[in-house]
Every structure is written in C-alpha cells, then in structure tokens.
C-alpha cells in the first residue's frame, strides 16, 4: 500500500485498469470452458465474496437506519438517511436471497 501512495495518481488507475482488464478475460475464458481449473477457482471465489458483500451491505443499511433514527433533530437529513438505509437494507437482503437461491441452483445441476 505504501508503494502506491508515493506513484502517480494516473499511473496508479492505469495498473487498475489492465489488472482489471486481464481478469475480465481470464473470466470470460473460465466460462467459455466450464471444464476447466480456472473456472472452478473462479466458482470458488465468487462464492467466498458473494456472501460477506451482500451481508456487508445489508449491515451498514442497518446501522444507517439505526444511526439515523437516534437522531431525532436531523429533520430532513434523517429522512434521506433512513431513506437510503433501508435501500441498502433492502439490496443486501435481497441479494443474500439470490445469492443462496443460485448456489442451490448451482448443487441441484
């Protein structure tokens, strides 16, 4: 992490970007052949970070709403916050549903 605070803003966004690039298209060629090693390492790892992001999401949406409510002078500032708390509430525990949906979808096949 020290290393990349002293480089250049530009060039840092420029090694993200090819870092990302390059695994985008080791994903597309894990799923062009689902026989592959390479596709199951990535089965593996979009399970390890499926769960704890969408549980990620729907805590802080709580603790948003939480937060938010302890407030009782932040008037229309509590509204938006409450308002976008229980948005993100509502898509972690949305996505936690799918994400459990599909990996039972993926065991059945």
Do not use: C
């Not at 894990?30 to 499926?50: C, D, M, Q, V």
């Not at 932040?74 to 409450?82: D, L, M, R, S």
């Amino acid at each position: 992490m020290f290393i990349w605070a002293q480089m250049e803003p530009n060039l840092v966004k420029i090694i993200g970007m090819l870092i990302a690039a390059v695994i985008l298209k080791l994903g597309l060629i894990a799923a062009r052949n689902p026989e592959s090693g390479l596709h199951k390492a990535y089965s593996i790892i979009l399970a390890i970070i499926r769960y704890p992001l969408w549980i990620f999401t729907a805590f802080i949406g709580g603790a948003l709403i939480m937060m938010f409510l302890s407030f009782p002078d932040a008037g229309e500032f509590a509204v938006g916050g409450i308002l976008l708390g229980s948005f993100l509430l509502f898509v972690g525990v949305m996505g936690i549903i799918h994400a459990i949906k599909s990996h039972k979808r993926e065991k059945n096949e």
